[in-house]
């Protein structure tokens, strides 16, 4: 890790040309109230449900699953799929690994695909919410696991982190731009790809970006307190 720390400051690279992304306080204040208000509400069966179930209808009606647009659609959900997101992360690491000598950044996706394990799961069972497909009538069941939309948070977070590295490692502005497009369209087109399909409803679209909004918060936080501090106390440089 030393080796790596120092190999970078003899590697200059281009400027930010976009922020890291960090969310400031006040949106991880909005992210908390939005999130805690939608669970509340829909556990109490309220508005938001009854709004969920018109959606649904009309998303419905639309028949997308059964069209020749289903497959062009289901492209759009991958911008929030795990392996999707993974892969093109296990380039972005890989180049960094080879041209700055640094584990810091796989560091920071290891760290972020554990939070979002924990925390979206810890969601889903802990509410057991039901797809719209699910059979029956059940909003709660022991098999539920639709509340929050897993493939937003991940899009939220893991484009949120490569866009963090591309910003920090000094990528191309061409590199920085694309990450910082991934990072906002890729969760605003898997939302939309996954309601228009009847995948979710759109309350677990809203509270995956939330939840996705604050675990991207909480990585930032611990790598600033963790693994960042540890790298330059490795490097022999401050850590204050």
């Known amino acids: 890790m030393t080796r790596g720390a120092v190999r970078e400051t003899g590697l200059p690279g281009s400027p930010p040309v976009v922020s890291v992304g960090r969310p400031p306080w006040w949106l991880l204040v909005v992210a908390t109230l939005v999130g805690g208000l939608v669970t509340a509400d829909l556990l109490a069966r309220g508005a938001l449900e009854r709004l969920d179930l018109r959606l649904s209808e009309i998303v419905s009606d639309w028949g997308l699953q059964e069209s020749a647009a289903y497959p ?5 959900t991958q911008l929030g799929g795990r392996v999707t997101i993974l892969v093109v992360l ?17 560091a920071r996706v290891v760290l972020a695909v554990a939070v979002l394990t924990a925390g979206v799961y810890a969601l889903k069972h802990g509410v ?8 029956g009538s059940y909003f709660f069941h022991a098999d539920g696991a639709s509340f929050p939309s897993g493939h937003v948070a991940n899009a939220v977070l893991m484009w949120g982190v490569a866009r963090w590295q591309a910003v920090e490692y000094g990528l191309p502005a061409a590199a920085q731009r694309t990450f910082w497009w991934l990072s906002v369209a890729g969760p605003i087109g898997t939302g939309v790809a996954m309601v228009s399909l009847d995948f979710h409803w759109i309350t677990d679209a809203v509270m995956g970006a939330a939840v996705g909004i604050l675990l991207l918060g909480v990585v930032h936080a611990l790598d600033a307190l963790v693994l960042s501090r540890w790298v330059r106390a490795r490097a022999g440089r401050p850590t204050a």
């Open 72 to 76: 062009v659609v289901w492209l759009f």
């Open 90 to 106: 296990a380039g972005l690491v890989g180049y960094l690994l080879w041209r700055r000598g640094t584990w810091l950044p796989i």
């Open 128 to 135: 057991g919410r039901t797809a719209p497909a699910f059979p």
